[in-house]
């Protein structure tokens, strides 16, 4: 069935370093591919998504990549901060529609002082 | 707006007991999702929702388990005599339409003694 690989599990920085976090999925008619934070025993947060039919977008320090072609798509974070210490989740949709997300597994990041 | 609203937070039910988790989207959402959260592990899709309608259930178990969003009130997951393996957090999302991001409610955490 459709699947969604997430690496690294986990990934620690030094404050002021980048972080990129990589998926790949399996599904070819995949179209969507939100970024979500979770934080410790919360709810998880979106903060990022792009689209099939663009390529690169950015949000301050935030940024996503898509490569359609190979199927994998990249978080990366800037100018780490310890804040952004928390599990980050990439997904696909399965499909074309965004009724069904397939999440990959998370991968703990810690951003150290 | 107070964002999507899930109760309770935590829910213990013994075994063969019925577990209900509430969920009330965002004001002006009227898709509502389902998913499930084992420990150390990404979300997996339950089921998709729009009033009185089940979209996409390909998520759920067969047996045991229920969707509902009527046209007044809130969404609601049933789980009928519930086993040890049902313990996990349950989060409900909302979006206002099918092409729009996910938000998140808090989750209810189900444990099953």
């Known amino acids: 069935g459709e699947n969604v690989e997430q690496h690294p599990s986990t990934l620690s920085v030094q404050e002021g370093d980048s972080a990129v976090i990589k998926c790949t999925y399996s599904d070819s008619a995949s179209n969507y591919f939100p970024w979500y934070k979770q934080e410790l025993g919360k709810r998880p947060q979106l903060i990022i998504d792009?689209?099939?039919?663009?390529g690169e977008k950015k949000d301050q320090r935030i940024a996503v990549t898509l490569n359609k072609t190979a199927k994998h798509f990249s978080l990366h974070i800037t100018e780490t901060q310890p804040e952004d210490s928390a599990v980050y989740f990439c997904a696909a949709s399965k499909g074309g529609s965004q009724g069904n997300l397939i999440f990959g597994k998370g991968t703990k990041l810690s951003v150290k002082p | 707006n107070a964002g999507v609203m899930q109760n309770p937070r935590h829910l213990v039910r013994r075994r063969g007991q019925e577990a209900r988790l509430r969920c009330s989207p965002m004001?002006?959402?009227?898709?509502v999702y389902w998913y499930r959260q084992l420990p150390e592990e990404g979300l997996k899709f339950m089921v998709y929702l729009q009033k009185e309608n089940i979209i996409d259930e390909s998520g759920m178990p067969k047996e045991r388990f229920s969707a509902e969003f009527p046209k007044e009130g809130p969404s609601i997951l049933r789980i009928q005599q519930v086993v040890r393996g049902d313990s996990a957090a349950y989060f409900c999302?909302?979006?206002?339409?099918?092409?729009?991001?996910?938000?998140f409610g808090s989750g209810t955490r189900l444990t099953v003694v």
């Open positions: 999302a909302s979006a206002p339409g099918e092409s729009y991001g996910y938000t």
């Open positions: 792009i689209r099939s039919n663009v």
């Open positions: 004001k002006g959402h009227s898709h």
